[in-house]
Structure formats: structure tokens, C-alpha cells
């Protein structure tokens, strides 16, 4: 069964506007960590923000922030005032209990319009 | 800023070669881990490293595959009698203790031809 859903293949946004990556998940751990990684043309993949399973606010990172909704087992991602350099490929990922093994969404590409 | 390394950027090998994909880790980071990423699909998690031993490692990494940290700066993955399915971008990361951010390297692409 797929841990990790993101049923969004492709996204399009207009620059400086919003815009919200979907990601749901499925575990029975009641600890576990749910991360959002950029992955440009270039192909690196970029650390963008974390959220624990216990924490109560959702995290924010300059423009990023998680929407995180425990009971939905949902974890978006929402990119505030795009930009150009946004265009890219999203991946959702997670990471169960006390372990370190990620797993990865098949991820969402976004594209940026001027 | 640390940074993660990896050599080579590429790496081209005939079906059967061993190969040695090389990762320095930041240097205060105390987990690593290898993924790969077949052209154009998910990112996979191989194994994770911890007190030079394998902490965790996927289905994927069976005897074909294994790690190595040779010394204080290095960690390896090694590809014994490579396939052409092998062919994928490997990526070597790492993290502190919490394991909330795993810094990825740049990326070893592997082609086996």
C-alpha cells in the first residue's frame, strides 16, 4: 500500500500568487516525521521543512508552512508569493517511529508562470 | 554553509563491474544514508548508517549492495556486479542525531551500460 500519496502529477501557478501541494500519508506509528524536499532541474534535492507528529503548531519556513491535519493524515505543502525559481519537482516524504528509513511520494511538479 | 559531497557527478560502467560511490557527510552529522532515484520516479531509501554499523536498509539493498565508512570523512556505497536496472541517481545524505533535516549531496549518476 502506498505510504505516501501526492495526487497532484502537475501544478500550475501564477507568480506571487499561492499555491498548495497535496500530500497524504498512512501509518499506524503514532511518532513520525513528515519532511517536503525541492528537486530543481538540476536534480539536488533540497531540504524545505519538517513537521513532527506531535508538534501542535505547523512548522513555517520563511514561505514555506505545513498544513498539517493529524486526523486527515494529510501533510501540504504551501508555497506563499511564488516565484520563478519555485518551478520544480515537490516530494512529500516520511519517516515512521524511531527509525530513519524515508519514504518518498511520487511527487508533484510545478510550474511557475510569469 | 556544510555541504554534502559526492564523487563522482558520473559514472558510466559495463554490466557486471563493481562500482564505489563515494560521499563525504557534514562532518558533525552522526547518521548517513543512501537513496536512489531511477530517471523520472520517486526517490528510494537503500540503507542508513549509524556507529559503523547499518541502522536500516530497504528490501532494495540486497547482497549486490554495500557500505562502508573507510575512515573519519568518507562513507561508500558499493555496487558489486552492477545491472542495467542499477542505472539511477544515487544520493548520498546525512543527519545530526534528531534526523528531522537529511542534507542530500549533489548526486552520483550511475549509468550501466
Known amino acids: 500500500a502506498q505510504k505516501i500519496t501526492q495526487t497532484q502529477p502537475g501544478m500550475f501557478v501564477q507568480e506571487k500568487e499561492a499555491v498548495t501541494l497535496d500530500c497524504t500519508y498512512d501509518t499506524s506509528d503514532q511518532s513520525y516525521g513528515l519532511f517536503w524536499y525541492k528537486q530543481p532541474s538540476s536534480g539536488e534535492m533540497i531540504f524545505l521543512i519538517y513537521?513532527?507528529?506531535?508538534?501542535?503548531q505547523n512548522a513555517t519556513e520563511g514561505r514555506y508552512s505545513l498544513n498539517f491535519q493529524k486526523a486527515r493524515k494529510s501533510a501540504n505543502l504551501v508555497i506563499s508569493a511564488s516565484q520563478l525559481g519555485d518551478s520544480a519537482m515537490y516530494f512529500c516524504a516520511m519517516r515512521e517511529g524511531r527509525g530513519f528509513k524515508t519514504i518518498f511520494g511520487a511527487g508533484t511538479r510545478l510550474f511557475v508562470k510569469a | 554553509e556544510p555541504e554534502v559531497t559526492q564523487t563522482p557527478s558520473h559514472q558510466v560502467t559495463q554490466m557486471g563491474q563493481e562500482v564505489i560511490l563515494r560521499c563525504v557527510p557534514i562532518s558533525n552529522h552522526l547518521y548517513f544514508y543512501w537513496y536512489r532515484q531511477i530517471l523520472g520516479q520517486k526517490v528510494e531509501f537503500l540503507v542508513s548508517f549509524y556507529n559503523n554499523e547499518i541502522s536500516e536498509k530497504s528490501e532494495i539493498f540486497d547482497d549486490q549492495f554495500s557500505v562502508e565508512r573507510p575512515d573519519g570523512s568518507n562513507f561508500t556505497l558499493k555496487i558489486r556486479s552492477t545491472k542495467l536496472e542499477d542505472s539511477a541517481m544515487y544520493f548520498c545524505?546525512?543527519?545530526?542525531?534528531?534526523?528531522?533535516?537529511?542534507?542530500f549531496g549533489p548526486g552520483t549518476r550511475l549509468t550501466v551500460t
Open positions: 545524505a546525512s543527519s545530526d542525531y534528531k534526523g528531522n533535516e537529511q542534507y
Open positions: 513537521q513532527g507528529s506531535y508538534d501542535e
